[in-house]
């Protein structure tokens, strides 16, 4: 008897606040979610090789950022590779698509705000708020672009 071939899936990441959110998306309709608490580099690689063998993956998308620097490095470096390896395309969009454009956590009691479509660095008031990330139940391509490269928003030392 014949394997059935794998069910193909888009993937979709994004990492904020502790969490690891991994989305398949059939016909950009979401069909099963993943949500991890802790590090990315550990949460990950276990979830991507259980998917791998489950799925086949074609098409790659993750929320690059801002936010944590280690967190965007390691989905863009290990996303960057499936895309390449694979075949398979890659696209991103900020973190503010994924949480209603609330202000994101940055370094201390600074975060990072979206306004007229520029990213800044803000305190005080400017981070209540703060908005918790979800994926979307349908992916809306058009946030998306091929500028792939995490955003490194960092604040001056």
């Known amino acids: 008897m014949r394997e059935a071939s794998p069910k193909s899936v888009s993937l979709l990441a994004v990492s904020g606040n502790g969490r690891l959110l991994l989305g398949l998306y059939e016909k950009g309709r979401l069909i099963k979610r993943y949500e991890h608490e802790g590090k990315t580099s550990e949460i990950l690689p276990g979830l991507l090789e259980e998917i791998l063998a489950l799925y086949h993956i074609d098409t790659l998308y ?80 058009v946030v998306f672009d091929t500028e792939t490269e995490p955003m490194y928003v960092l604040p001056a030392v």
């Open 62 to 141: 993750y929320a690059k950022g801002p936010g944590s620097f280690m967190a965007l490095k390691i989905l863009y470096v290990t996303f960057k590779t499936l895309s390449v390896a694979l075949n398979i395309p890659l696209f991103a969009a900020d973190a503010f698509a994924f949480n209603n454009g609330a202000p994101i956590r940055a370094v201390g009691r600074s975060c990072f705000v979206k306004k007229e479509g520029k990213i800044e660095i803000a305190k005080g008031e400017a981070c209540a708020g703060e908005g918790r990330f979800a994926l979307p139940e349908r992916l809306n391509e």
